[in-house]
């Protein structure tokens, strides 16, 4: 005599969903990190402060924020920016006020020296004006302007 009680239909049902799941979840997880997380490298530069924004993935590479007339103890940190973390926490100068990389690269927000910079996949933000990604772009924000400057 054999069984077919509902035991054997319960597992079944069980081991499916779970092979659904795995790769449900492996393809999301894919989906979410397949950019790789922004890295920004706080500098100066012949002793003026910048920031050097990079996201490989998306060809964004050596875009230069430089902030004249400021000063900060001499630093060269590249960070990354993964995993998320509780904001505002302090930069080496200025401190991140936003920060989402539920799907990477995410949006970072910057309050540096008065400027809010913002870091999208499709645009660079200063001061809620909108800025195409250029690599190699040098950008000089002064507390009179902003003057892009390639």
Same mark, same amino acid.
């Given at each position: 005599?054999?069984? $077919? +009680?509902? *035991?054997? #239909? /319960?597992? /079944?049902? /069980?081991?499916?969903?779970?092979? *659904?799941?795995?790769?449900?979840?492996?393809?999301? %997880? #894919? @989906? @979410?990190?397949?950019?790789?997380?922004? %890295?920004? =490298?706080?500098?100066? @530069?012949? &002793?003026?402060?910048?920031?050097?924004?990079? %996201?490989?993935?998306?060809?964004?590479?050596?875009?230069?924020?430089?902030? !004249? +007339?400021?000063? $900060? !103890?001499?630093?060269?940190?590249?960070? @990354?920016?993964?995993?998320?973390?509780?904001?505002?926490?302090?930069?080496?100068? &200025?401190?991140?006020?936003?920060?989402?990389? =539920?799907?990477?690269? +995410?949006?970072?927000?910057?309050? %540096?020296?008065?400027?809010?910079?913002?870091?999208?996949?499709?645009?660079?933000?200063?001061?809620?004006?909108?800025?195409?990604?250029?690599? +190699?772009?040098?950008?000089?924000?002064?507390?009179?302007?902003?003057? !892009?400057?390639?």
């Amino acid at each position: 005599m054999q069984s $077919t +009680g509902p *035991v054997k #239909h /319960f597992v /079944f049902a /069980f081991v499916i969903a779970l092979v *659904v799941y795995v790769i449900s979840y492996s393809a999301i %997880e #894919h @989906r @979410r990190t397949r950019n790789g997380p922004w %890295e920004v =490298t706080f500098t100066n @530069r012949a &002793g003026v402060p910048a920031l050097v924004i990079n %996201e490989p993935q998306l060809n964004i590479t050596n875009v230069i924020i430089a902030f !004249p +007339g400021q000063s $900060t !103890p001499l630093t060269n940190l590249t960070m @990354r920016f993964d995993p998320p973390q509780p904001v505002p926490f302090n930069l080496p100068f &200025g401190q991140c006020i936003f920060m989402d990389t =539920t799907f990477q690269p +995410g949006t970072l927000v910057f309050a %540096e020296f008065g400027h809010e910079i913002q870091l999208l996949p499709r645009v660079l933000t200063l001061d809620k004006e909108d800025y195409a990604w250029q690599s +190699g772009a040098v950008i000089t924000l002064s507390n009179a302007a902003k003057t !892009p400057v390639q």
